[in-house]
């Protein structure tokens, strides 16, 4: 008889999980595979910040699953926690458990729209939200970026492609822009030649990069999308203030722990992602970042620290796999 598995999220790993397992089994014989996620369609969030400037770009970002996936079933549901004996997984408001012979944790991270889109966003009106973005960046004469990691030297980029004319500041805390995948050794994977020609890369499309401080967060000025702007997103509705703490609008110059001040009129935070955490935490040993803690097969260590869960795994950004002696430990 076939095989259950169940998969907890349907982004990118859930989605990839599925589908290896079909191509696997090209028949259906050994494996049924089902994807629980509370958003009814895969958002590609890689396009998020893209979608800022060129927001009829839309339609190509949100992807009906069942177009990627042959046999496996989809059900829209947020999971609420995981039993790991059995295993079986129980959904939100529902009583029953869920049997599974294998679960395969796929929850990944959260961060503010429009980096992700929450699950409560229908697409049409997440459309609406992005336009709203572009509309206020175009009206902006000095943007500062907040962080340097990944997503703030990615939005730096394409303000400076899309908006030359506007004053672009991109302000890191740390000595190099992307510093935390900086260095030697496993969990570094950038080389100095790499971040020192990534930061020349932004400067020459007119990015300011100021390192080494840290801004204040304050609540400086009106914050996200000012009311009265209405294009049918209220602006009182949970994406606009969703929004808010992505963007903020400003009547105040940014200050800097170093006393450092820097004039603005419209900042982005890009300060990181958390991950989804809900459904493991108790049941799994949860480390940095709020992420699973793995043992080298990528199975789940119980909160216990009594062994793993023999069935139930984790993949991607929501998996923890360097957790022993900050080693990393995944091997599948
Ligand atoms: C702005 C931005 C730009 C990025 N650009 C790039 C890039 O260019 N290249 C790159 O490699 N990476 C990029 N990333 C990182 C990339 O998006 C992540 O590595 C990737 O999304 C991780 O995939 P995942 O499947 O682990 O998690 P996610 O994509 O976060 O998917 C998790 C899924 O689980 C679902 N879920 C969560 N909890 C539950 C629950 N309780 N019940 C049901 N469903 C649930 C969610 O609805 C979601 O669909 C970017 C990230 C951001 C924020």
């Given amino acids: 008889m076939a ?26 014989e050994a494996v049924e595979v089902t994807i629980f996620d509370a958003k009814k369609h895969f958002y590609n969030n890689v396009a998020g910040l893209r979608l800022c400037v060129e927001p009829e770009f839309i339609v190509k970002a949100v992807v009906p699953r069942d177009q990627a996936l042959k046999r496996s079933k989809i059900i829209q549901a947020e999971v609420e926690t995981i039993i790991p004996d059995g295993p079986a997984l129980k959904l939100k408001a529902r009583d029953e458990a869920i049997p599974a012979d294998f679960i395969v944790l796929a929850t990944g991270t959260r961060y503010p729209f429009p980096g992700k889109v929450p699950w ?136 800097a722990e170093s006393g450092r001040t820097f004039p603005a009129d419209l900042v982005f935070y890009c300060t990181g992602t958390t991950a989804n955490s809900d459904v493991y935490t108790n049941v799994f040993k949860v480390g940095e970042g709020n992420r699973v803690a793995c043992d080298e097969y990528l199975r789940c260590r119980l909160a216990d620290d009594s062994g793993s869960a023999p069935a139930v795994y984790a993949a991607g950004d929501c998996c923890l796999s360097k957790f022993i002696d900050g080693q990393h430990t995944g091997k599948s």
């Avoid at 095989?3 to 999980?17: E, R, T, Y």
């Avoid at 939200?129 to 980029?157: F, H, N």
């Avoid at 492609?161 to 992307?178: A, K, Y």
């Avoid at 914050?223 to 992505?246: C, I, N, P, R």
């Fill in 120 to 255: 409560w966003l229908g697409h049409m009106a997440a459309g609406r939200m992005y336009q709203k973005i572009r509309d206020r960046i175009s009206r902006a004469k000095k943007i500062v970026i907040v962080g340097g990691g990944p997503t703030g030297v990615e939005l730096a980029g394409e303000l400076c492609e899309f908006f030359p004319e506007i004053s672009t500041t991109l302000v890191h805390s740390g000595d190099r822009l992307m510093h935390t995948y900086h260095g030697v050794g496993k969990d570094q994977v950038l080389k100095t030649t790499t971040t020192d020609k990534i930061q020349a890369r932004i400067e020459k499309m007119g990015c300011n990069v100021v390192l080494n401080e840290r801004i204040v967060i304050d609540s400086g000025g009106k914050t996200g999308l000012a009311a009265g702007e209405g294009d049918g997103v209220d602006d009182s509705s949970m994406a606009a203030k969703e929004t808010e703490t992505f963007m903020q609008d400003r009547t105040e110059d940014l200050k």
């Fill in 3 to 28: 095989k259950k598995v169940a998969i907890i999220g349907g982004g990118w790993i859930g989605l990839q999980v599925a589908m290896n397992l079909e191509k696997a089994d090209p028949k259906g």
